[in-house]
């Protein structure tokens, strides 16, 4: 028993430190940088729309054309979050500097603290998948590699990042752990396979709800669950209906209020916008060579 519990306290340390790391990452002085970018005001102009009652898609009235561009689930997991908190009216604000920090500084811990719990899911991911030294060497990496920088701002992809990772966790699941890893406490729950199928399903639903390029992981975590659920085609057509479904409820919304023709305006405009590929790896590139 008491090998068992020191065992227990190493793995636990082993965890803590890319966690630590990704904390002073990802939370230390959040108003100091990065500077704030446009796109993190449109997305908090549409978190504050959500909380104050005016639905879940911002309205063109409201000064802004381009209402579908993208998915609104962003904003009412913001929403969701912010208000448990009762923000903005639990800081009180003023027309003064400090307020306007506050105000600024709230909504970056959150997607800050997304970041820290991404560092964990990715460390299980990669236990699951290899061992727990690659694990440690994978979050040691995805907590102090400066491209992470961007998970400091909120943007669309610091809210859909845990619920891709928890999708590709959960199918992992799916398959027998590597056996050389002896630190990891054994489980005393199975968690029928089906469940982890539908969950896995539910949580890439949800980030492609968020933004919808993320749809181009669904090869990826479709073949995990096709293959360590023993090859069985019915399993990855179960995981595919929330995958699917959950994302129309965009549309769905677009066809309810009567404006399919905006959604598929906008929609269409995001897809055509002449900003190749490669710019984006450029500028990648640039922020971590």
Known sequence: EWTMNRQGLKYTLIILIPLVLSAYTHVWNLLGFPSFHIDEAHYMRRVMLVLAGMGPQESAANGYPRTYDHPYFGQLFMAGILSLAGYPDSLNPQSDSYSIEMLHLIPRLVVGFLAILDTFILFKIVER???????????????VMPST???RRVYLEAILMPFLLSSILL????RSPIKNNSLRPKS???INKYALIVLSGIFLGLAIYTKIPVFTMIPLV???VFFYSGK????VGIWLIPVIGIPLLWPLYSVVVGQSDLWAYWVLWQT???RPLSLSIVNL?????
């Not at 199918?171 to 799916?174: D, H, P, R, T, V």
């Not at 590139?285 to 060579?289: E, G, I, R, S, T």
């Open 129 to 143: 998948r290899y061992s727990i030294v690659f694990a440690f060497i994978a979050a040691i990496l995805f907590a």
């Open 149 to 151: 920088w961007m998970f």
């Open 171 to 174: 199918a992992l699941y799916l």
């Open 188 to 190: 005393k729950y199975n």
């Open 222 to 224: 479709g073949t995990m």
């Open 232 to 235: 069985k085609l019915r399993s």
């Open 272 to 274: 055509e916008r002449d």
């Open 285 to 289: 590139f640039l922020m971590d060579p």
